[in-house]
């Protein structure tokens, strides 16, 4: 279930968006540090102030998180990488990265990036918590707790289990020796799974005795770190199948196109139902004239299609549903990915050339899978 993306702010051209499946574990640290780890830490302060220090607790890992995911983008952009943005979640955060690294001593450099900045975060905060005097006041009490979290957030990162940094790690040190990036890959990605696989099972004892929410969050991790891992090793392949492959390979010559005079219900029955697609372009006498989706047919009642025609509700063409021939394969698979759309009008100099969709793509990538092993 994919959910709705916030966008917070930039920091260097970088984007810095919010899923919203974050908010339900801010909430949940939240109320932990406030109900239970401060309150035993330092007893004896107001219900008030324990909730401060939880929500300013819980905003500082927020922000610990951004930074680690920085360090990496930073770091990926020195090497020629392109950085889509972060996106913090309910598992933590992660810099989209529009390219595999191009050498395995980059990819070390950027996976030893995130871990570096977590200690470096570390120290601060405990030298400030130290600088404090270790009183029982709320601000020591808060910059402690950032400095334990964010050693533990780089000690977890730190484990061998791709695509975590430490696996990371693993697979620039596998493909420094062996030169294939896609060998290494597929090692790294079992033995992140054997990880995945011994804390789902870790999850399932520390449920069994009686733990059931640290329980049921270490087998979500698990379950987690195992599905990050597949997706990870099926995203190397997919970037090998398409590198250096224009749309023009893939596009299909000639598409079926809607005439404008043509109505509504017309082309429900002879276009959507004939052909099953959503996206249509329009044209008239070969000139192009913009398009045409399922979605224009459900903002219209349905009483008005057998009279309303085609040529009222064409959308005009855009950036977001459009592709030129010599478009990288990549570039707009990923748009595809972005917008929802299963399928892009390939335009070239204003004239419709062919449409590129998503059953293409994956046709052409089952049989070099299959075939290129």
Known sequence: MAFPRLRLFRVRGIPVRLDASWFPIALLIAWSLAVQLFPAWRPGLSPTTYWIMGVVGAVGLFASIVVHELAHALVARRHQIPIDGITLFVFGGVAEMG?????AKAELRMAIAGPLTSIGIAGVALAGSALAGGSPGAPASVLAYLGAVNLLLAAFNL???????????FRALLWRRHGNLVRATRTATNVGRVFGALLMAFGGVRFLLGDLLGGVWSFLIGLFLRQAADASYQ??????????????????VGPISVRPDVTLAQFLDGYVYRYHHKLFPVQDNGRLLGMISTRQLRDVPRADWPFRKVGAVTVPLSDAATVTPDTGALQALGRMRQTGRSRLLVVDHGRLAGVLSARDLLDFLSLKLELEP
């Not at 390219?99 to 050498?103: G, K, L, R, T």
């Not at 995203?235 to 299909?252: G, K, N």
Request: no cysteine; net charge positive; hydrophobic share 45%.
């Open 235 to 252: 995203q190397v392949l997919v970037r090998r199948a398409f590198a250096h492959e224009p749309v023009r390979r893939f596009m299909t």
């Open 159 to 169: 484990l061998p289990a791709f695509p975590l940094d430490g696996g990371r790690v």
């Open 99 to 103: 390219a595999e690294p191009p050498s």
